[in-house]
T-cell receptor
Framework: AQSVAQPEDQVNVAEGNPLTVKCTYSVSGNPYLFWYVQYPNRGLQFLLK??????LVKGSYGFEAEFNKSQTSFHLKKPSALVSDSALYFCAVRDRYKLSFGAGTTVTVRA | GAVVSQHPSRVICKSGTSVKIECRSL??????MFWYRQFPKKSLMLMAT?????????EQGVEKDKFLINHASLTLSTLTVTSAHPEDSSFYIC??????????????FGPGTRLTVT
């Protein structure tokens, strides 16, 4: 089965600093990878995806992710974090007809 | 585009009663919808996959007689929690995948429904 792992439960950064949320994957074949964000008591919002092509994927709200095949990673990045980026972030991988999600990383951006 | 709605957003029901949650794709057709359950600050647990016009596919350990899923049209799927118990209290989220593009694996999520069983 395809799976992703998010090694950090929590990431804390100061506003204006770079933000990185880590994700590693384990797949057979080509990975289809996704990042979603969830605000309190809300559903998930799609940020970006990697299917094929450029290793650097740009997404919504200034986020980007870098696909690294040799390290089997798909880390989410934002050059300058905002307080409003504080939320729960999920990495996901296509697993047959469905998505398999990581455990989630809570991001807190302090003013 | 790709907006998914859920109704209700919050519901409180008594033990032993049933409650229905609706999931609608507002601006696209969804041949496939998914139902998830999420515990506080935890990841999403896929409960079942709902295909329009056919029976839902339930994940292992999910009781199909307790969580009834109906996907009667290309824009509507419903989840009915039957004979609810306090342990069914949770945040239920649906998602939908566009029907016309078989390579569009991303799912679009509804805002979730908070169920509290007293």
């Amino acid at each position: 089965a395809q799976s992703v792992a998010q090694p950090e439960d929590q990431v804390n950064v100061a506003e204006g600093n770079p933000l990185t949320v880590k994700c590693t994957y384990s797949v057979s074949g080509n990975p289809y990878l996704f990042w979603y964000v969830q605000y309190p008591n809300r559903g998930l919002q799609f940020l970006l995806k990697y299917i094929t092509g450029d290793n650097l994927v740009k997404g919504s709200y200034g986020f980007e992710a870098e696909f690294n095949k040799s390290q089997t990673s798909f880390h989410l990045k934002k050059p300058s974090a905002l307080v409003s980026d504080s939320a729960l972030y999920f990495c996901a991988v296509r697993d047959r007809y469905k998505l398999s999600f990581g455990a989630g990383t809570t991001v807190t951006v302090r003013a | 585009g790709a907006v998914v709605s859920q109704h209700p957003s919050r519901v409180i029901c008594k033990s032993g009663t049933s409650v229905k949650i609706e999931c609608r794709s507002l601006d696209f057709q969804a041949t496939t919808m998914f139902w998830y359950r999420q515990f506080p600050k935890k990841s999403l647990m896929l409960m079942a996959t709902s295909n329009e016009g056919s029976k839902a596919t339930y994940e292992q350990g999910v009781e199909k007689d307790k969580f009834l899923i109906n996907h009667a049209s290309l824009t509507l799927s419903t989840l009915t929690v039957t004979s609810a118990h306090p342990e069914d209290s949770s945040f239920y989220i649906c998602s939908a995948r566009r029907g016309e593009d078989l390579t569009a694996y991303e799912q679009y999520f509804g805002p979730g429904t908070r169920l509290t069983v007293t």
